[in-house]
């Protein structure tokens, strides 16, 4: 998971990558509470595939899927589908080589055994990019980082003073729901 | 069996905006009243403080504030030939729960319909003839005229505080306002909010082409407000987590923010939360309610005796109650007769993103309120000339941004990869100096024959009742209006100063995944032919006359305004018709 949420949000000189910015912690949360096992949402069967304006209806839960796919691209890896790549599973190739994978679960030409795999590229996009941009509060955007590269303000909530300076870069450091690690005595 | 509860004067279902509104009007009568909501109690400092509220992952993501699927909720499908599937989570609409119901949760945008709108078939066949219409469309006049409303929509707008400029005092256009916007009686309680840097760069450029740009009407405080109740709210900040959050400044017009600190202190009202209405219940006759049946958390089913039942639940449940209890004909969209279910619509949303030169505009996104924006009203309604568009309706526009909270509102330029280095790089560079309204283009959608709402034979409830069953899909109509809006549009912020404008029409087939709007109308629409309507021009059931039914549902077709202007100004004109007349004379307001 480490791996994966490092390409899809790679470290730079502004920002950690995926893994140390926390987005497998927030996943990990996430898929351990309500969310992972769509507590609140209508589960009902029969489920049928249906067309893709009726939206998801898969009877698998998030959870699941992160498990089964998981377990699938690693034998897809292991299995030398990629150049090389015999025994190693995905966070031991190369950049390029993961990168690859990646992209060929993106436009579905990376078939997955008994899962699919592009609903989990999907899957996995969508939750990385949550976790690095959500409040640090729940794990990723640590010290708000991914809030810092684009200059959100987070949770300040009082711009009454910021409304009519137009055209003017907004200057105070972002805010989380717990606050600010400088406001803690070192 | 249920459970009997002595009986009350008044059983009010769903207490949102028209529950409230209702109850509060109803209470001053006399009348013992009680309100049965299916969520929770909502309150500002216990339910959105200003020490939590900004959380986009709970609140925009997680959907936090609105109804449960699992609870209920409705399957979906484009064709009547299609297999219907359940909407498993939310995405083209947010169905409300709780007290307050949508009027927490909204961005506050306090629209006027036009007064065309009200007699939509009746002007558009005057001004281009009957065969300029689609065959199937299905539009009708409302039974109300703009003239009946306009004191319903000022009492509304004063009970809000609604911040806007006039643009039409009493026939005489304001320099600033709507110029379209029909006559009003008098100004907005408050004025205009602050615009931020973008809304008034969009403004500037609509003057330059010639259009008359105005802010859009805020239900966000301009300045602190006392309210006819007497209720207090405060000066929005600008914070930019307003639609999808409570306000935690009390700046927000809501329920709970406008009537239900009054409504909570009258001994003859009685709030019953987390209580879901399963049933209205008839006499033998089946011309009567005799009340409601309704479930509590622990299951418990209860029977509420009334003599008067006001059903003020969002659209769908309003009209599958009605299904549920056998209250009017179902409509048959094969043989084209019946009515409840029928004239559904939702909205014809799209949007353009621009991007602009990062070394010479930064934006703030992020300072912005619900309700925030200036819009022009040129391409509304019948405010132009369709004749050589081949297209009948319209919408406002305008750079009405909310926000730059980041999951939602990172926009990159097309081409750009969606993940990786490239992405990121992207998202860095356009955060500042890209600028996506939302909802930029508001268009309306007008009603068609196979476009309604029925009883799904498959899926069911956890209390076993049938789900609603959707069928909906954008007409050629809808779409021909969102290219020609959407055109519009976009030169708008070429003429800003974009570097690049992207548009996003709206196309079919209606994708159920795709927010639009949660501005759901129809299916049991008001009229003054019980043939094609549900309701009569008072919002009383014309089969049981002592049930009526506030809301959107009422809309005969969806004009290309935000609805709850429109919807609050019935409530009080259906209030008045009940205060005034059915109170002495408990009987049908209206005769064919």
Redesign the interface.
Same mark, same amino acid.
């Given at each position: 998971m480490g791996a994966l949420a490092d390409?899809?949000? +790679?470290p *730079?000189s !502004?920002?950690p990558g995926g893994r140390d910015a926390g987005c497998v912690v927030f996943i990990d949360r996430q898929l351990a509470g309500p #969310?992972g096992s769509r507590? &609140?949402?209508? @589960?009902?069967g029969?489920f049928?595939p &249906?067309?893709? /304006? /009726? %939206? +998801? !209806?898969s009877p698998q839960t998030p959870s699941e899927l992160y498990r089964t796919a998981l377990a699938a691209l690693e034998r897809y890896c292991r299995g030398e589908n990629v150049q090389g790549s015999l025994g190693k599973g995905f966070a031991e190739l190369t950049a390029e080589h993961q *990168?690859a994978v990646?992209s060929g679960l993106?436009s579905s030409k990376v078939q997955l055994e008994g899962v699919d795999g592009k609903a989990f590229f999907e899957q996995l996009?969508k939750d @990385?990019? /949550?976790g690095f $941009?959500? *409040?640090p509060?729940?794990g990723g955007n640590r010290d708000m980082c991914? =809030?810092k590269?684009? &200059? $959100? +303000? %987070?949770?300040?909530? *009082? #711009?009454?003073d =910021?409304? &009519?300076r137009?055209? /003017? +870069?907004?200057p105070y450091p972002p805010v989380s729901?717990a606050g600010r690690s400088d406001w803690n005595p070192t | 069996m249920p459970r009997r509860l002595p009986s009350k004067d008044v059983a009010i279902v769903g207490l949102g905006w028209t529950g409230s509104i209702l109850a509060n009007e109803l209470t001053e009568e006399g009348l013992d009243v009680v309100a049965i909501e299916r969520g929770p109690w909502r309150d500002t400092a216990t339910d959105y403080a200003p020490n939590y509220v900004q959380d986009e992952l709970r609140y925009r993501i997680r959907h936090e504030l609105f109804l449960r699927p699992g609870q209920t909720t409705f399957t979906f499908r484009n064709k009547m030939s299609d297999n219907a599937l359940p909407i498993r989570t939310w995405g083209a609409f947010m169905p409300p729960n709780g007290v307050g119901g949508g009027g927490v949760h909204w961005n506050g945008e306090t629209w006027r319909f036009l007064p065309s709108d009200f007699v939509a078939r009746t002007h558009l066949t005057q001004r281009y003839g009957a065969s300029f219409l689609p065959a199937d469309m299905t539009i009708q006049d409302w039974g109300v005229t703009y003239a009946d409303l306009e004191p319903h929509y000022d009492r509304f707008e004063y009970l809000c505080g609604t911040s806007g400029t006039a643009g039409n005092l009493q026939g005489k256009i304001q320099p600033g306002g709507n110029p379209f916007e029909g006559p009003r009686s008098r100004p907005y309680p408050n004025p205009a909010q602050r615009q931020p840097f973008s809304h008034a760069l969009f403004a500037k450029a609509a003057q330059d082409l010639g259009y008359k740009p105005f802010p859009q009407p805020s239900g966000n405080m301009s300045r602190a407000y006392r309210n006819p109740l007497g209720v207090r709210l405060g000066p929005c900040t600008y914070c930019g987590f307003c639609e999808w959050f409570g306000c935690a400044n009390y700046s927000k017009a809501s329920p709970q923010t406008t009537i239900l600190p009054v409504l909570v202190r009258k001994a003859n009202f009685q709030a019953r939360d987390n209580c879901e209405v399963t049933r209205i219940n008839l006499d033998s006759s089946g011309k009567r309610a005799t009340g409601v049946t309704f479930v509590d958390t622990s299951g418990e089913e209860w029977e509420q005796p009334a003599d008067l039942v006001i059903l003020c639940a969002y659209t769908i449940f309003n009209v599958q109650l009605l299904l549920l209890s056998g209250i009017g004909t179902p409509y048959d969209p094969a043989a084209n007769h019946g009515v409840i279910g029928r004239n559904f619509t939702h909205q014809t949303i799209s949007d353009v993103t621009s991007f602009f030169d990062r070394s010479k505009f930064v934006f703030n996104p992020f300072i912005a309120s619900g309700a925030i924006g200036m819009c022009i009203d040129e391409f509304n309604g019948d405010n132009f000339d369709h004749g050589p568009h081949g297209f009948v309706g319209g919408g406002y526009m305008g750079q009405v941004q909310t926000n730059g909270r980041p999951i939602e509102t990172t926009p990159v330029p097309p081409g750009t990869p969606r993940w990786g280095a490239k992405w990121k790089q992207a998202v860095r560079e356009s955060y500042q100096s890209a600028l996506k309204p939302g909802t930029g283009v508001h268009g309306s959608m007008y009603s068609y024959r196979d476009v309604y709402l029925d009883l799904d034979p498959t899926y069911k409830d956890r209390f076993g009742r049938s789900l609603v069953r959707i069928t909906m899909d954008f007409h050629d109509n809808e779409l021909k209006q969102n290219r020609f809006l959407t055109d519009k549009f976009a030169d708008i912020f070429r003429a800003m100063g974009a570097g690049q404008v992207v548009k996003e029409y709206r196309q079919a087939p209606y994708d159920i995944t795709k927010y639009q709007t949660t501005h759901l109308c129809g299916g049991a629409v008001m009229g003054t032919d019980p043939g094609t309507s549900a309701l009569n021009r008072y919002l009383q059931s014309w089969d049981v006359p002592n049930l009526f039914v506030m809301g959107a549902s009422a809309f005969p077709q969806n004009a290309g305004y935000n609805p709850t202007g429109t919807l609050a100004a019935l409530a009080y004109w259906s209030a008045q018709a009940i205060r005034a007349r059915y109170l002495k004379s408990p009987g049908p307001l209206q005769h064919v």
């Open positions: 390409r899809i949000i +790679p *730079d !502004q920002t #969310y507590e &609140g949402l209508y @589960v009902s029969p049928h &249906g067309s893709k /304006q /009726q %939206g +998801p !209806q *990168d990646l993106e996009l @990385v990019q /949550q $941009f959500a *409040d509060i729940y991914a =809030w590269m684009i &200059g $959100f +303000p %987070g949770a300040r909530y *009082d #711009y009454t =910021w409304v &009519g137009h055209n /003017q +870069p907004y729901i | -």
